[in-house]
């Protein structure tokens, strides 16, 4: 089973920064929080990943807190285009080939 | 540089048929992971290689799924005496190295249909 919830949908203007939520609370110390996004009719993308400290680069940035039990990531300016399911995953990082464990994602909806 | 590709893309295929989708990693990428997704749902696991090793299919739903990646690059699942419960869209994952800091990069996945 998934060990993150995310909202079930967001809304979000373009421009505006999308921020999208995700509680972790059982991390443990070696698990990475990873962001993918599914675009309809195409496979996941990957976004972003972390550990401990804050990530960015050019799709988004990735804020942890400090207790690791929760995430955000932004999207500085939507557009129509990230219009798609965002889905936060904890992945274990104990041994070799550990797969990814999909949620039900957000549905973020960016309009004009 | 080119990702993963998969085909075909769209695969309709009459009940207890059996079928190959084949899957192309990115080049070097020494992990290659199979993942099912059923209509409205995430990607569910199915199977993971390290080069040509089959380390994972715990996924796998029944023994008529079958996985290889006999040179360590391009791999093929076949599911044979298809049921209308393997429709899904099946999607293949590749990623440079074997650890969870190492982000896999999926391709556009096959839509298997079965009438």
């Known amino acids: 089973d998934a060990k993150t919830t995310q909202p079930t949908s967001m809304d979000c203007a373009e421009g505006r920064a999308a921020n999208l939520p995700c509680n972790h609370s059982?991390?443990?110390?070696?698990?990475?929080v990873y962001w993918y996004r599914q675009i309809h009719s195409q496979g996941p993308q990957y976004i972003i990943h972390?550990?401990?400290n804050n990530e960015t680069n050019e799709m988004a940035s990735l804020i942890i807190t400090e207790d690791r039990k929760s995430s955000t990531l932004i999207l500085p300016h939507a557009t129509l285009r990230d219009t798609a399911v965002y889905y936060c995953?904890?992945?274990?990082?104990?041994?070799?080939?550990?797969?990814?464990?999909f949620g039900k994602g957000t549905t973020l909806s960016v309009s004009s | 540089g080119a990702g993963v590709s998969q085909s075909p893309r769209y695969k309709v295929a009459k009940r207890g048929q059996d079928v190959a989708l084949r899957c192309d990693p990115i080049?070097?990428?020494?992990?290659l992971f199979w993942y099912q997704q059923a209509l409205g749902q995430g990607p569910e696991f199915l199977t993971y290689?390290?080069?040509?090793?089959?380390?994972?299919k715990s996924g796998l739903p029944s023994d008529r799924f079958f996985a290889e990646r006999p040179e360590g690059s391009v791999s093929t699942l076949k599911i044979q005496r298809t049921q209308q419960e393997d429709s899904a869209v099946y999607l293949c994952?590749?990623?440079f190295g074997s650890g969870s800091s190492y982000e896999q990069y999926f391709g556009p996945g096959t839509r298997l249909t079965v009438t």
């Open positions: 080049s070097g990428h020494v992990s």
């Open positions: 995953i904890v992945r274990s990082g104990n041994q070799a080939g550990t797969a990814l464990i």
């Open positions: 059982t991390i443990s110390g070696n698990e990475y």
């Open positions: 290689f390290q080069n040509e090793a089959q380390l994972d």
């Open positions: 994952a590749s990623s």
């Open positions: 972390g550990l401990k």
